[in-house]
């Protein structure tokens, strides 16, 4: 079965451009959530969508939109690019929002902002 | 808000030898979940081992098994006979009841395993 996968694996951006990533969750989970991983740190939460809704939303200013479309895929959209929003992208999705229910997350997409 | 500490930023161990990661958290929950995550250098978060707090007995899974202290707020993970593969970061995360799944990740321990 195919896991988590994310698109595209590596961008390399300029400031003020805009930006989207794309996560297709593993098949029958229909959760999806984004976290932002700056070099060296922990993955911070950004949002998680959960049957099209947003379910929660990290702390991260409105730049940042995503959403989840009727097959569970997701798009993170990211505006106004500043060198600060260089980092690793992670796409994790779930079977449901349960704290039991373990995350699996994809390989992410590394973005460079120039 | 939940907090999750790591206080070894980096360890290393010889090959076939024991190691145990330390992780700490703060929560007012009574019942909750504490997962262990991989990161090797290939970048995916790979799910080591889980823990469920109502249970008294400490997980186990192959060569990794974890000393949960739920007084203390503590919840360490124990590598054994470590492999050159095991090298990685390793993230301890908490996930929080009141916001879906979210997690919350420690700031990670680079650890090094050496021939």
């Known amino acids: 079965d195919a896991g988590v996968t994310q698109s595209p694996t590596h961008l390399i951006k300029t400031r003020g451009q805009h930006v989207t990533l794309r996560c297709s969750p593993i098949?029958?989970?229909?959760?999806v959530s984004w976290y932002q991983q700056v070099l060296g740190q922990g993955p911070q939460f950004i949002f998680q969508?959960?049957?099209?809704?947003?379910?929660g939303r990290g702390n991260f200013p409105d730049r940042f939109s995503a959403r989840q479309f009727p097959n569970y895929s997701s798009e993170l959209n990211v505006n106004a690019l500043l060198l600060g929003d260089s980092a690793l992208y992670l796409c994790?999705?779930?079977?449901?929002?349960?704290?039991?229910?373990?995350?699996?997350f994809g390989d992410g997409t590394r973005l460079s902002i120039l | 808000a939940q907090t999750v500490t790591q206080s070894q930023p980096e360890m290393s161990v010889q090959e076939a030898e024991t190691v145990t990661l330390s992780c700490t958290y703060d929560?007012?929950?009574?019942?909750?979940?504490l997962f262990w995550y991989k990161q090797p250098p290939s970048r995916q978060m790979i799910l080591v081992i889980r823990?469920?707090?109502?249970?008294?007995q400490n997980a186990t899974e192959n060569r990794f098994s974890v000393n949960f202290q739920k007084a203390a707020k503590s919840f360490s993970l124990k590598i054994s006979d470590s492999q050159l593969g095991d090298t990685a970061m390793y993230f301890c995360?908490?996930?929080?009841?009141?916001?879906?799944?979210?997690?919350?990740f420690g700031g990670g321990t680079r650890l090094m395993v050496k021939p």
């Open positions: 995360a908490f996930p929080d009841n009141n916001a879906g799944n979210m997690l919350t």
């Open positions: 098949s029958g989970h229909k959760s």
């Open positions: 929560t007012s929950e009574s019942n909750y979940y």
């Open positions: 823990q469920e707090a109502y249970k008294q």
């Open positions: 969508y959960y049957e099209k809704e947003e379910r």
């Open positions: 994790a999705s779930s079977l449901g929002l349960g704290g039991n229910q373990p995350q699996h």
